[in-house]
């Protein structure tokens, strides 16, 4: 390919001379098609390899699909940084006298069943339905991959045992193997809040990371024969190195992928175990918590608000980082495009 180009490059070369020298015996100035085959050359000859994102940025920036999700997204993240910014209302700050009350100007969303301001535990509750989200991807991420290379790139009996293992996890369902691990860790109402994040975290994590340690293992024995990774095991380079700087990245763009999606299912999962009274629990502040208190019998009849709108901003949440991960998914994979 690279001999076809050269001849290409000096063919064209060959030409624009022997018409720049055509029009000097005849005394005239160099034609247009001289110029713009110029240009052509120099162009050519200036042109740089682009890397798979450089064209996946390329794909995803013309898709409105795209900019719809990373804006929604960007706002989710900023309410979970800097909830202040939206609300100054304390959102534990609760008046019994405003209990079920419907929308207002001093209260844009209503109150809740203790007479709390929905928009401000709205709000707030962004910061730990998205950050055990984001931890558990990054867990189920990082663990995935670290066992998929393992198995991927020694194969043999450790293929064999760690996929054994991946499968053992693979079989249990998410929300089922969520609701017995946090049932045999319970969380004590006076645990700190980290510690309550870490156990959802922890539940969810152990039970996400096959999915990515089957891709991760697919990528890494597809990348694992290539050329230049036979060459640099050839020029005498480490194991680590290779590993680190060929086979990982080359291998990284479905577990990106997928983590993007599964985040979203992450979100979703720790909703519902809030709700069923196992996940987070108050006084933390969550949006499957302020699902399960609007939940309560008779409670959707008398102020639907204080379901309507916890439940609107997670199921936007799931939606947009699920958009967001099918873009991308849609912009690395060749067959897509």
């Not at 707030?124 to 670290?146: D, K, M």
């Not at 720790?270 to 196992?278: H, P, V």
Request: hydrophobic content about 50%.
């Amino acid at each position: 390919m690279s001999n076809r180009k050269v001849d290409d490059k000096e063919g064209m070369y060959g030409t624009m001379v022997q018409t720049m020298a055509a029009d000097e015996e005849i005394g005239a100035g160099p034609n247009p098609k001289t110029l713009r085959l110029k240009a052509t050359a120099v162009d050519t000859a200036d042109e740089k390899p682009r890397s798979l994102w450089a064209d996946a940025w390329d794909i995803m920036r013309h898709r409105p699909l795209f900019w719809i999700a990373a804006v929604l997204i960007f706002i989710f993240i900023v309410m979970a940084i800097a909830p202040q910014l939206f609300t100054s209302v304390d959102p534990r700050h609760c008046v019994l006298a405003n209990a079920r009350k419907p929308p207002s100007a001093d209260a844009f969303f209503g109150y809740d069943l203790q007479g709390c301001d929905i928009f401000s535990r709205t709000i707030h509750g962004a910061r730990s339905s998205i950050l055990v989200g984001v931890l558990t991807a990054a867990g189920a991420a990082i663990l995935g991959s670290f066992l998929g290379t393992i198995a991927g790139y020694l194969g043999g009996w450790v293929d064999i045992v760690l996929s054994r293992l991946a499968d053992i996890f693979f079989a249990i369902p998410l929300l089922l193997g969520g609701i017995i691990i946090m049932y045999s860790i319970p969380t004590d109402p006076d645990s700190p809040y980290a510690l309550v994040i870490f156990k959802v975290v922890f539940a969810l994590s152990i039970l996400g990371w096959p999915n990515i340690f089957r891709l991760m293992r697919s990528s890494v024995l597809q990348v694992k024969p290539a050329e230049y990774v036979q060459a640099a095991r050839a020029l005498g380079g480490r194991t680590m190195h290779i590993v680190g700087s060929h086979i990982v990245p080359n291998s990284m763009a479905p577990v990106i992928v997928v983590s993007t999606i599964d985040l979203g299912s992450y979100i979703a999962t720790e909703a519902t175990l809030s709700f069923l009274g196992i996940g987070l629990q108050a006084p933390a502040v969550s949006w499957g918590i302020a699902i399960s208190e609007a939940s309560k019998l008779g409670f959707i009849r008398q102020a639907p608000h204080m379901l309507l709108f916890p439940a609107l901003f997670l199921c936007l949440t799931v939606l947009s980082f699920i958009m967001l991960g099918e873009v991308v998914r849609d912009a690395l994979d060749p067959k897509l495009r």
